[in-house]
């Protein structure tokens, strides 16, 4: 919980200077990274052509502040020494913006030939700061610091399809399943949650959903249901 604490500050003194938005690359071929923008706040100190590197290494010199970006708990692993990252953003939105995550990339124009441009929450669109979850564990093998894209952020879709009980150890058994996504409890799901307001806390992932069914049979989570949920910055 130290841990996102500390990174939201890191979210705030980037809002302080950036007209309260989110950080986020400009588009899903960029090797800048929400992190990596980070990096200029959380003792760091990044330069452009440290975030412009894929990832960073355990033994980086670049990154001997790489642990905040851990958690404590955290059993997955990689063949390698870049740095597991067990935090991340939602990768959520709705051309008419009923649904608003902290990013997304989009195509607003349709030209499918071009890489799908960045669009990241400013802080005025929360209409629930208190309840709405700006960052959590996703502690997936592919989810690395420094690592630009779509990559370190995540959809519920993806959570409930690879990570519910039905398809977890089946299909991510080499880099945890259950237990290594779900450190502090694999079998009531648990994760902690950084809210809009700077509050840490703590539940099963299948009670953040409106329909947790679809969790424990691994199927995917339209936007239609993310609507009422703790994921939707725009939820009445």
Not at 67 to 90: H, M, T, W
Not at 142 to 162: A, H, P, R
Not at 199 to 223: I, Q
Request: proline share 4%; aromatic share 14%; charged share 20%.
């Amino acid at each position: 919980m130290n841990q996102q604490k500390q990174i939201f500050f890191a979210f705030a003194l980037y809002h302080d200077d950036n007209n309260g938005y989110f950080p986020v690359g400009k588009d899903e071929d960029d090797d800048i990274s929400w992190d990596d923008l980070l990096g200029a706040y959380d003792g760091r100190n990044l330069t452009e052509t440290d975030m412009n590197a894929s990832s960073f290494q355990e033994d980086d010199n670049l990154n001997k502040a790489y642990e905040l970006y851990q958690c404590p708990a955290n059993i997955q692993y990689f063949d390698g020494k870049r740095v597991l990252k067990s935090y991340s953003v939602s990768r959520h939105f709705n051309n008419d913006r009923s649904v608003l995550g902290v990013m997304s990339f989009t195509n607003h124009d349709g030209d499918t030939s071009t890489p799908k441009v960045a669009w990241s929450l400013k802080l005025t669109e929360i209409n629930k700061p208190s309840r709405f979850i700006s960052m959590t564990e996703f502690q997936n093998q592919w989810n690395q610091l420094g690592n630009g894209g779509t990559q370190g952020t995540f959809t519920l879709g993806y959570i409930t399809e690879k990570y519910g009980p039905t398809n977890a150890d089946s299909t991510h058994g080499l880099d945890g399943g259950i237990k290594g996504f779900f450190p502090h409890d694999p079998k009531n799901y648990k994760l902690n949650y950084l809210h809009g307001d700077g509050h840490v806390s703590t539940r099963s992932f299948p009670n953040t959903l409106s329909h947790p069914e679809r969790f424990f049979d691994g199927n995917n989570y339209p936007n239609q249901y993310i609507i009422d949920t703790a994921w939707n910055a725009a939820e009445e």
